[in-house]
């Protein structure tokens, strides 16, 4: 069943080269310019519209959308529920990243108003963040996970069906799950815990695979794996090449640049049950 996925996720990830979809992003001040070039780099076309009275009508013309909670505000807040009722609209997909909401409790009801207007496609978290939006306790310090946590499988199982979508838990072994299908993706590397924005990037990529399927796609789970999946391998790339966090920063975008479909297939790392 492993390699099934993994073919599913190189086709998806040749995909975004050849569509170029448009994201539309409402992302954090720390990361939004990461956010952008992984996008670039990635063969996506990025947008970093946010202005409350812009994103309902530039969402309607993009191929997901991608709303992160790192610097959440009123004004983002605003913005991103005009966004999400343009993606359900257009029916494209949503992709929300619930920054800091193990730790900053607002966040959960906001997720959930979202998901009540327009519904999400994909959850992308740290297990920390995964873990509370399940309602267990999370180990956490601050927006950061501390490693892999017992129980995520379980409290990520439920995520995805209480919402009714794929949930991506990131951690040292990522789990991504549709609520019935468990995967354990096992490429990466400890430089993308020393660099801001690493997860921010990764939900990025996620919005551009999922931009390739389209909503409500069976294949929405097989979108999270691939956006993953290159993000793991692009940081095992950037690895090789440096070994301090400035030098891997940019030989990160530089290596998901060159991450194809074939690159997917000989460096896939994936358990699927």
């Not at 994201?23 to 996506?44: K, P, Q, R, S």
């Not at 399940?134 to 180990?139: F, K, R, S």
């Not at 390739?212 to 691939?226: E, K």
């Amino acid at each position: 069943m492993s390699n099934q996925y993994i073919e599913k996720a190189a086709r998806i990830v040749d995909a975004v080269r050849e569509k170029n979809p448009l994201i539309e992003c409402i992302t954090n001040v720390i990361t939004v310019n990461d956010c952008a070039n992984i996008l670039l780099a990635f063969g996506a076309s990025p947008a970093m519209c946010e202005a409350f009275d812009e994103t309902y009508d530039f969402t309607k013309i993009s191929g997901a959308l991608y709303i992160n909670f790192g610097t959440y505000h009123k004004e983002q807040e605003a913005a991103a529920i005009q966004a999400a009722l343009a993606a359900k609209q257009a029916g494209i997909p949503i992709v929300v990243d619930p920054v800091g909401c193990a730790a900053i409790k607002r966040r959960i009801p906001i997720l959930n108003h979202l998901h009540e207007i327009a519904g999400v496609d994909l959850i992308k978290g740290n297990m920390g963040e995964i873990m509370a939006l399940g309602g267990y306790a999370a180990d956490v310090k601050g927006v950061d996970s501390n490693g892999d946590i017992p129980g995520i499988e379980e409290a990520a199982v439920k995520v995805a069906k209480q919402y009714c979508c794929t949930v991506a838990a990131t951690g040292k072994v990522d789990l991504i799950t549709d609520g019935n299908l468990v995967a354990r993706v096992h490429n990466g590397a400890g430089m993308l815990t020393r660099i801001t924005g690493a997860g921010c990037m990764a939900g990025a990529l996620c919005a551009a695979t999922a931009a390739a399927v389209q909503t409500g796609s069976a294949d929405m789970f097989s979108a999270a794996l691939a956006g993953i999946m290159a993000m793991g391998i692009a940081g095992e790339l950037a690895a090789e090449k440096a070994s301090l966090p400035g030098s891997f920063r940019v030989a990160l975008i530089d290596s998901i640049f060159t991450v194809t479909g074939k690159t997917i297939l000989e460096k896939g790392k994936l358990q699927c049950w």
